[in-house]
């Protein structure tokens, strides 16, 4: 039984809690930290685990095989960071760190243990949809890839969001999905700017992403946050010799009053509940009898951070912003991006 030890009992720590303590297998929560110290003693209650009163004490803690990282992303660096020093495998939730020099740092320690301790949190890879369209992609039965169509749209988004986290937080879940669905890295990045959507506030919403793969692929990301009418994720790659699209997710369809209606999820939470259960239980499969994680590395953590850049400067500057990455440590040049 693996024994897990979360930081940061929030949002998303809780719903990582509440999945590997009643939905997965081989996994036990057994301590907790968080600097609101009532929202972790409450969680902890409420699954008979041990609080500590940092992150780094429940890192050190000889009962703890594994970490995750839920804490805001300023934090992620210190805990992943003394989860390599300890030689623990550590989950952390997007973004591996806030700076892409951050990031860098966590690689670069990484490399220098000799090899992986830490994946990251970019859950669409584990998507039944998004699975099934890189079979079809690898496959070769489209030919080669040219193109690939993305929307992510979201319904609202909270008071807190900014003009940046449009791509720092919402569209770079598209950017480490083409580099995996694609093997490949993002050579460049554009912004363009439609008409400005009323329900957007002062944010320039919608935003049209333009990533150039180094193939040549270009992806397009249509990013809409204010939508109203649901959390709506699309994909569709063109191939020389036909297409592949992410298919339809609803579970009914009614048809009634000459008119067809199918819901349409809510939320991230929603449509991504499984991928969620999927990514954390091929985790801790994989690091179970002291085996290394297969999922996003901290160089796809890496990589996302640098093209996020470049995409927030693409944003600032109208320009087309190249993607320079630092040299590739040996340690991942096995992974590819396929991983
Ligand atoms: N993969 C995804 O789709 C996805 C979805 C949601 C959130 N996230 C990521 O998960 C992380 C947490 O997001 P959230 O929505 O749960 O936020 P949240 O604010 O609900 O929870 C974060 C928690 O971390 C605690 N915390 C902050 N600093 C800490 C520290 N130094 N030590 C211990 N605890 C600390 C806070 O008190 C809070 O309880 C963020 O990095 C976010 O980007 C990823």
Not at 48 to 59: K, P
Not at 228 to 250: F, M, P, Q
Not at 324 to 330: D, I, M, N
Request: with cysteine; glycine share 8%.
């Amino acid at each position: 039984m693996l024994r897990v030890a979360v930081i940061g009992t929030g949002m998303i720590g809780r719903d990582h809690i509440r999945r590997m303590s009643t939905v997965l297998s081989g996994v036990r929560v057994t301590a907790v930290t968080d600097v609101d110290a009532a929202a972790a003693t409450q969680v902890a209650a409420s699954i008979g685990a041990t609080v500590h009163a940092t992150g780094e004490d429940l890192i050190a803690d000889a009962e703890v095989d594994a970490v995750v990282v839920c804490s805001w992303g300023p934090t992620h660096e210190q805990y992943v960071l003394a989860a390599i020093a300890a030689g623990k495998p550590v989950f952390c939730e997007k973004p591996l760190a806030t700076t892409q020099e951050a990031c860098l740092r966590i690689v670069e320690a990484e490399a220098a243990y000799g090899s992986r301790l830490v994946q990251v949190g970019y859950m669409r890879r584990y998507d039944v949809a998004y699975r099934a369209l890189k079979k079809v992609v690898d496959s070769g039965d489209i030919g080669a890839p040219l193109m690939m169509h993305c929307a992510h749209r979201n319904a609202s988004v909270p008071g807190f969001y900014e003009k940046e986290s449009a791509i720092t937080d919402t569209a770079v879940h598209e950017i480490d999905m083409v580099r995996w669905m694609f093997g490949e890295e993002i050579a460049a990045a554009r912004v363009l700017i439609p008409r400005k959507s009323p329900n957007g506030g002062p944010l320039q919403d919608p935003l049209l992403l333009i990533l150039e793969m180094t193939s040549g692929i270009l992806v397009d990301v249509e990013i809409s946050v204010n939508i109203r009418y649901g959390y709506d994720i699309r994909g569709e790659v063109v191939g020389s010799d036909g297409t592949a699209a992410l298919g339809s997710l609803e579970p009914v369809s009614v048809r009634r009053s000459a008119q067809v209606h199918s819901p349409v999820p809510a939320d991230w939470r929603e449509r991504f509940l499984l991928a969620y259960d999927v990514e954390f239980q091929e985790w801790i499969d994989s690091i179970a009898g002291g085996g290394a994680p297969l999922g996003p590395s901290a160089w796809d953590g890496y990589a996302a951070a640098v093209v996020s850049d470049a995409g927030v400067e693409a944003l600032r500057t109208g320009s087309r912003v190249s993607v320079t990455l630092a040299p590739q440590p040996a340690l991942y040049q096995s992974l590819a991006v396929t991983s």
